[in-house]
């Protein structure tokens, strides 16, 4: 079982940054991908970012690329987001996710474990 929680959710300027933090309780963070998704009022959860287990490499949705950086400290059961040159369009409920296997995945239906989300707002 894996427990996420994530936080660091907030109001922001367009072109500012936030870092979204998502703390996982269990003992298979370790071994689990991770993933971060978002979604929209009235839109479909979409793909933002996924970093394999062990940090062995990531990918990135296009929307997100190039401003969007995330990480993992194992030691501290935490998957980051870095987001930077934050636009409007980037509002959303951001949702972190755990995968039990090695490999991330870019479908909602692959991971395992949600957490509740956190509330990003971007005004122009």
């Known amino acids: 079982q894996v427990q996420l929680v994530e936080s660091g959710g907030g109001l922001v300027q367009a072109g500012g940054s936030l870092r979204l933090s998502c703390a996982a309780s269990?003992?298979?963070?370790?071994?689990?991908?991770m993933g971060w998704f978002r979604q929209a009022p009235g839109k479909e959860r979409e793909f933002v970012a996924f970093m394999n287990r062990g940090g062995g490499g990531t990918t990135y949705g296009d929307s997100v690329k190039g401003r969007f950086t995330i990480s993992r400290d194992n030691a501290e059961n935490t998957v980051y987001l870095q987001m930077n040159s934050l636009k409007p369009e980037d509002t959303a409920v951001y949702y972190c996710a755990a995968r039990t296997v090695i490999w991330g995945s870019t479908r909602t239906r692959d991971y395992d474990y949600w957490g509740r989300g956190t509330q990003v707002t971007v005004s122009s």
């Open positions: 269990g003992r298979t963070f370790s071994s689990s991908a």
